[in-house]
């Protein structure tokens, strides 16, 4: 059964990837991270993303592969992704086609608020 979970900037599928084309697998769970580029990713933290997947995919080993266990699993991922981007580890891309700044307004520090937006 096709099932998939789809947030803001994450994607998630139950089927692989095969000549370009998403193929149906009971078996495998596909992860598109940021459809719309709506942020600047090093490759360290796009690889924190995958691995908190994993670490989320293993923690639901043995439950029904359901919609909601799904929509949970993307859940997680959303916050995790916020969390990247309050650390500086992830910035908006300002030449998206989309800048609606879904996770908070962008902080930019100047003389007058340096050190305002620390968590």
């Known amino acids: ?15 692989e ?3 370009n084309e ?19 990713w090093e490759e360290d933290a796009l690889q924190k993303v995958y691995r ?8 639901a080993s043995g439950e029904e592969l359901s919609d909601y266990n799904l929509r949970r699993i993307g859940s997680d991922l959303e916050h995790f992704i ?3 981007l309050q650390k500086g580890e992830i910035s908006y891309n300002l030449k998206s086609r989309v800048l609606n700044y879904s996770m908070g307004l ?10 305002a937006y620390n968590l």
């Open 17 to 19: 990837i095969q000549n």
């Open 82 to 84: 916020r969390s990247l």
């Open 106 to 115: 962008p902080k930019v520090e100047s003389p007058d608020t340096e050190g």
């Open 22 to 40: 998403l193929v149906e697998s009971d078996n495998m769970l596909t992860l598109d991270v940021d459809p719309d580029n709506e942020f600047n």
């Open 1 to 15: 059964m096709f099932v998939k979970s789809t947030t803001r900037h994450v994607r998630i599928y139950t089927a």
């Open 52 to 59: 908190k997947f994993d670490e989320l995919v293993e923690s």
